[in-house]
């Protein structure tokens, strides 16, 4: 058995992204009281299912807060990978509970078109105003890590579709108190409702693929397997698994036939040229090869054991 790091980790934004979320999280804590203060002298639904929404910002940023903790941690002996899944069980979490949040804020629109009510506008419209500045605050904050990170992606799309909620609910407590106009915040609820489903499931989708330990979308095996059967000596690369560890950490563990009897050195040197070629073509950095010559096995690809 072999195995090989190639590292190609930035670790030093890694104490940014604890202090992003941190801010983060003050922020929509204050939102939060405020809009439910608020929601209540007002008599406003939409305030209170946007503080609602925000309280599930601060619990999904807390969850993202403790996984990029826990990140951190050096593996050991009993945990060999440290808690570097950590992140994707985050994003996992927060999918779900996006969408949970979607499901509840359809509920509560249907009930609100049923039944309009009146509402003191002007306090509503001073608080969705409060929780645009600091949602819109925090996710200018998340944006870049969003970009290259599953967990931060998750937090942040918590944070934006509660900014476009925040814009809903001031939309709406505009036109009530102009146009007396009360079932626009419904529909906009809705909208958003509609959308959050939509990210949440996308995200939902490539975590509990990354959970279930899928090939990655972007990977064709029999690409990669094409790719090292083309170096002299190498007759068939087989029992391929491709997975993510973490969203940096992409692991091959593969038997590989050789056509000839070959020393260890010389191993050592083709399996160079292979996490080579593995790491420049498909970017995966952990390589573990089993070799053999003239061993009987399944030569399949895939194999299940």
């Known amino acids: 058995?072999?195995?090989?790091?190639?590292?190609?980790?930035?670790?030093?934004?890694?104490?940014?992204?604890?202090?992003?979320?941190?801010?983060?999280?003050?922020l929509n804590i204050v939102i939060t009281v405020a809009q439910v203060i608020g929601g209540l002298v007002s008599g406003s639904l939409s305030l209170l299912s946007d503080a609602l929404h925000n309280f599930s910002d601060v619990i999904s940023l807390i969850?993202?807060?403790?996984?990029?903790?826990?990140?951190?941690?050096?593996?050991?002996?009993?945990r060999t990978f440290g808690y570097k899944r950590a992140e994707i069980l985050a994003a996992f979490i927060?999918?779900?509970?996006?969408?949970?949040?979607?499901?509840?804020l359809i509920i509560e629109a249907v009930k609100r078109f049923?039944?309009?009510?009146?509402?003191?506008?002007?306090?509503?419209i001073w608080l969705s105003i409060v929780a645009i500045i600091g949602n819109g605050l925090s996710v200018l904050l998340l944006r870049k890590d969003?970009?290259?990170?599953?967990?931060?992606?998750?937090?942040y799309l918590h944070l934006f579709t509660d900014m476009l909620a925040s814009v809903a609910v001031l939309v709406g407590g505009l036109l009530m108190k102009?146009?007396?106009?009360y079932w626009v915040d419904s529909l906009l609820t809705l909208l958003i409702a509609l959308y959050l489903i939509w990210v949440g499931y996308d995200l939902l989708k490539i975590s509990t693929?990354?959970?279930?330990?899928?090939?990655?979308?972007?990977?064709?095996?029999?690409?990669?397997?094409?790719?090292?059967?083309?170096?002299?000596?190498?007759n068939k690369l087989h029992h391929v698994h491709i997975w993510n560890l973490s969203d940096?950490?992409?692991?091959?563990e593969a038997h590989l036939d050789l056509k000839e009897d070959i020393s260890t050195t010389a191993f050592n040197s083709l399996l160079l040229d292979i996490e080579t070629i593995l790491h420049e073509k498909f970017n995966i950095n952990h390589v573990t090869i089993q070799p053999e010559f003239n061993k009987e096995d399944p030569k399949e690809v895939i194999v299940q054991d």
């Open 146 to 155: 969003s970009k290259n990170n599953i967990n931060m992606r998750s937090a």
């Open 248 to 252: 940096h950490e992409l692991h091959l």
């Open 1 to 26: 058995m072999s195995h090989s790091h190639l590292h190609n980790h930035a670790h030093d934004h890694k104490d940014l992204k604890g202090q992003k979320l941190l801010i983060s999280i003050v």
């Open 94 to 104: 927060n999918a779900s509970t996006l969408i949970v949040v979607a499901v509840l």
């Open 209 to 234: 693929g990354m959970l279930m330990l899928f090939t990655p979308t972007n990977i064709n095996i029999k690409d990669v397997v094409r790719a090292v059967n083309k170096l002299p000596k190498v």
């Open 63 to 78: 969850v993202s807060y403790i996984a990029s903790l826990l990140t951190k941690q050096k593996a050991s002996i009993n």
């Open 178 to 181: 102009y146009y007396q106009v």
């Open 114 to 124: 049923k039944t309009p009510e009146e509402v003191e506008s002007g306090l509503v």
